[in-house]
């Protein structure tokens, strides 16, 4: 399924990109004459009324992509953004317009909830808030199973600087977890021609990513598993070590909704810096690395 996302975000790019093309005039609104409008409508997953944009839950656009879950610049009054909440449901209007897209026009809707197109998500478990380690302390020890089905502890690093993430394979959205797989296979390039450091990259997702899932996903991202290691294990081993890096996570609607975090340890295991979100670059992580290296 998240192929699938992945294949519609490649559609909207692609004709984003043709439209980009076309030269014409801009009219009210900031819109060019060539701007076309779609109708859309779903379920606000996730808001930032800093930049400010909306993740949405939405069904099938006529004419343009399938339903999926995506990020949305958002053209609106402050007072509509302020009154937007996590599980709303609205409807609104995409407008593409040359290599822009954004929703304007949203409203209320009384529709039915978005249907998911993926498969049930059945971990149980989740994370414990306010349980993470803090910056400078040292991160309790831990065991789980990698890609290729070995146990593997977090003191088998000590001596080297180790990078930390979380995702899960079925994630359908661009802007999480296969960009942070992206930028970990930056990140591993840089750290194999500089010769040191390790990546660990831990499944939210447990029950579903097994090693021999991971292994698969592994290979897709071109991961050495000598120095980027996939973890998965017992849900509740997988909850305990997320909630020590501050990251929660819950099932909903056939999604993992998770904190998107990357984390450095130093050479003797304590937590060197964390970054919460994903305005982070390989670059900010790499330098971080070396820095524990020496420190």
């Known amino acids: ?24 005039e801009k009219s009210a609104g900031g819109a060019s004459a060539a701007a076309r409008r779609y109708p859309i409508s779903g379920i606000v997953r996730g808001l930032d009324t800093g930049k400010p944009e909306i993740t949405l839950e939405h069904g099938p656009v006529e004419g343009l992509m ?14 509509v953004i302020a009154g937007l ?19 304007e026009g949203i409203a209320p809707a009384a529709e ?6 993926q498969t049930p998500v059945s971990a149980v478990v ?64 840089a750290l194999n021609e500089k010769g040191f450091g390790q990546l660990l990259t831990i499944t939210v997702d447990p029950e579903h990513d097994t090693p021999r899932v991971l292994a698969e996903y592994a290979k897709r991202a071109g ?15 997988v909850a305990d070590v997320a909630e020590r890096f501050g990251v929660l996570y819950y099932p909903d609607r056939g999604q993992v909704v998770h904190t998107q975090a990357v984390a450095v340890l130093d050479p003797r295991g304590r937590l060197a810096s964390v970054y919460y979100g994903s305005d982070w670059e390989p670059e900010h992580v790499l330098r971080d690395m070396e820095k524990a290296r020496k420190g």
């Open 66 to 79: 399938g339903g999926m879950t995506m990020p949305f610049p958002v053209h609106a009054e402050p007072s």
């Open 126 to 189: 989740t994370p414990r808030p306010n349980r993470g380690v803090p910056v400078g302390d040292a991160m309790p020890d831990f065991t789980l199973t990698d890609q290729t089905g070995r146990p593997v502890r977090l003191e088998e690093f000590r001596g080297e600087p180790v990078a930390v993430t979380f995702l899960y394979t079925r994630c359908p959205i661009a802007t999480a977890c296969p960009m942070t797989t992206a930028k970990f296979s930056k990140l591993e390039a």
């Open 85 to 103: 909440h996590v599980g709303d449901r609205i409807a609104a209007t995409l407008v593409m317009d040359g290599d822009r897209f954004w929703l």
């Open 223 to 237: 991961a050495d598993e000598r120095r980027w290691k996939f973890l998965t294990g017992d849900p509740k081993a």
């Open 112 to 117: 039915k909830p978005v249907a998911s197109a």
């Open 1 to 24: 399924m998240a192929r699938r996302a992945q294949t519609s975000i490649l559609t909207l790019a692609i004709l984003l990109s043709f439209a980009a093309c076309r030269q014409a």
